[in-house]
């Protein structure tokens, strides 16, 4: 990071000369866009020199923290230009995904050098240790940072950050009695649940992002077919998914003498949530 730069070195206490008290005092400082600015405050209604100077002290303190806090460097900069030329190339999660972990890699260097030890302590010190992080996505943290730094010409860096082996988790199948166990407890318990789980099962409807967000309306008792509309479907167009014989009466019956306007699924917030 380059200090020099900074605009907490801009600030200056202007107080007359020796500390006039009949002078008004001001603090004066460049912002992040470099433009020079003036704070008064109340530092005038202090009648001694002691009292308005360590006022003064305390507005100065204050104007620090709030213009670190703002600050954007160069190289912050061209991060989130990075990722928003990135943008239109990556799905919506991956744009996501990608910008929290940038997001995190320049919180962790926002007050050291940008170097290679600095950022193998980011890798080995921050990521694995503290956090805990597991190989795969440790290893999704270094591709992500390796695209970013070769982009900023400091590729270099990442030269002794290897990737991990991940050793992949196998896939656990429930047995039939397992789910037929699983399917009565539900239904006994929460049949909106039981009805939610089979739209997964029978119509391949995702979860979050599409059924959370089905209304009454969307289902099509004559037509056997629920509309997935424009702004929750995948491909951001009207789509139809056909109900199966075999779950069409349950759906029928779960929709029955409702309000077409409301969730299919309806809770607090924006879209459906069963409670």
């Given at each position: 990071m380059d200090k020099k730069n900074l605009p907490i070195n801009s600030i200056r206490l202007y107080s007359g000369t020796n500390y006039d008290l009949n002078k008004r005092w001001y603090i004066a400082y460049k912002d992040e866009n470099g433009k020079r600015k003036k704070i008064y405050g109340n530092l005038h209604q202090y009648p001694t020199k002691i009292a308005r100077q360590q006022a003064a002290e305390q507005l100065i303190k204050q104007l620090q923290l709030d213009l670190h806090k703002n600050y954007i460097s160069e190289k912050e900069k061209t991060a989130h230009a990075w990722l928003d030329d990135m943008k239109p190339t990556w799905r919506k999660k991956t744009y996501q995904c990608k910008k929290s972990r940038v997001s995190d890699?320049?919180?962790?260097?926002?007050?050291?050098?940008?170097?290679?030890e600095n950022i193998r302590r980011y890798f080995v010190d921050y990521l694995s240790k503290k956090k805990k992080l597991m190989p795969s996505t440790w290893n999704d943290y270094r591709g992500t940072i390796r695209q970013?730094?070769?982009?900023m010409g400091l590729g270099y860096t990442m030269e002794f950050i290897p990737k991990r082996f991940a050793t992949p988790t196998p896939a656990r199948y429930f047995s039939n009695s397992e789910k037929a166990y699983l399917i009565n407890e539900i239904e006994k318990y929460n049949k909106g649940l039981h009805v939610y789980v089979q739209?997964?099962?029978y119509c391949f409807l995702r979860p979050r992002s599409e059924i959370r967000f089905l209304k009454i309306g969307n289902v099509l008792i004559e037509e056997k077919k629920i509309l997935i509309p424009t702004h929750i479907g995948k491909n951001k167009k009207h789509e139809f998914v056909a109900i199966p014989d075999v779950f069409y009466p349950t759906v029928a019956e779960f929709v029955k003498g409702k309000n077409p306007m409301e969730f299919l699924f309806p809770g607090d917030g924006e879209g459906g949530v069963m409670g």
């Open positions: 890699f320049l919180n962790y260097m926002k007050d050291i050098e940008w170097n290679t970013l730094l070769n982009v739209l997964v099962y």
